[in-house]
């Protein structure tokens, strides 16, 4: 039991790591194409990708469970993303990223007071509540004014909601027993094709000549091998193991990678509030994780 925990918390940590530093492929590829564009062809390269890798199809044991699969695909691949793209055009970045980061308080409501599974403990809000100051003074680190747009703002919280109900949908996939690799090809194929009318409306044009760029083709593979392909399975594995609720803290890491990603990869300066921030991030996540209960 142990080491299937730990096995667990070693995928979870592995998928944050790599997610918490797409944000420099994603910039790079944006002076090149619009969100919609990256979004699809990610996600085109980590279903091939996972096609490859295991090309056996899944035949499910029950017709209904189709369902739960194309669930998982609206919510993780279409949804989250195209909500958090689209809130990024109306508020800040830094809005977004603090919004979005309370997708684990949102996991550990879901499960507690919708499907009964979450024995919830002072520690695990207290922990929530330090983590979250914690990603608050990374997001805005002491430079950025608080502009709030509704707009904007509550579609970052949709995405946040949405990103927990997929956690929760595919810790349900995993007592199917299916592989995981099978599972979440599977709901790529469903999220690819909820993306269609996405395309039709925002416009998908992507000129092959840029996507053929070797800046540009080395960022796509990266989205599309690694924050795609890699990290989908190893967050559906983490969540398999240790539960919705407990993989979901570990996305308050996201803020805490990417500021060590832009000190290394781009110069930019670590200042003391996002030091204390970092420090906050990762005291938090501990503090909730030190919990009697069950897994949801």
């Known amino acids: 039991m142990r080491q299937t925990a730990w096995a667990g918390h070693g995928a979870a940590l592995l998928t944050i790591l790599i997610w918490g530093t797409t944000f420099i492929s994603t910039k790079v590829l944006l002076t090149s194409f619009q969100p919609v564009e990256i979004l699809f062809l990610r996600f085109v390269l980590g279903f091939l990708a996972l096609c490859l890798i295991y090309p ?4 499910l044991g029950e017709r209904r469970q189709e369902l739960w699969f194309a669930a998982a695909g609206l919510c993780g691949v279409t949804l989250y993303y195209l909500l958090e793209n689209i809130a990024l055009t109306y508020t800040l970045a830094s809005n ?3 919004l979005v980061s309370v997708s684990p308080v949102f996991t550990a409501l879901f499960s507690h007071f919708l499907l009964r599974r979450e024995k919830l403990r002072p520690a695990f809000f207290a922990g929530l509540a330090v983590a979250l100051a914690g990603v608050v003074l990374l997001s805005y680190n002491g430079s950025a004014v608080l502009k709030l747009d509704p707009r904007g703002d509550v579609l970052a919280l949709l995405a946040a909601a949405i990103w927990s109900a997929y956690s929760l949908i595919t810790r349900h996939i995993s007592s199917f ?3 995981v690799v099978q599972t979440t090809r599977r709901i790529f194929a469903y999220g690819l094709v909820f993306m269609l009318p996405a ?3 925002f416009g998908f044009r992507p000129s092959l000549a ?3 760029e070797p800046v540009n083709l080395l960022n796509l593979v990266y989205l599309g091998l690694g924050a795609c392909a890699l990290c ?3 967050w ?5 193991k240790l539960g919705a609720v407990k993989t979901s803290t570990y996305i308050y890491l996201v803020p805490v990678v990417t500021l060590a990603t832009s000190a290394l990869v781009l110069g930019e300066p670590v200042t003391p ?3 204390v921030g970092a420090a906050l991030t990762v005291a938090g996540l501990a503090l909730s994780e030190h919990k009697k209960g069950t897994a949801s």
């Not at 559906?236 to 398999?240: D, E, I, R, T, Y």
Request: charged share 10%.
């Open 56 to 59: 056996r199809r899944l035949r």
């Open 96 to 98: 977004v990223g603090v």
């Open 177 to 179: 027993g299916y592989p």
């Open 199 to 201: 395309l039709l409306i």
């Open 210 to 212: 840029a996507v053929l």
């Open 232 to 234: 989908f399975v190893t």
């Open 236 to 240: 559906n594995f983490a969540v398999g």
């Open 273 to 275: 509030l996002s030091a």
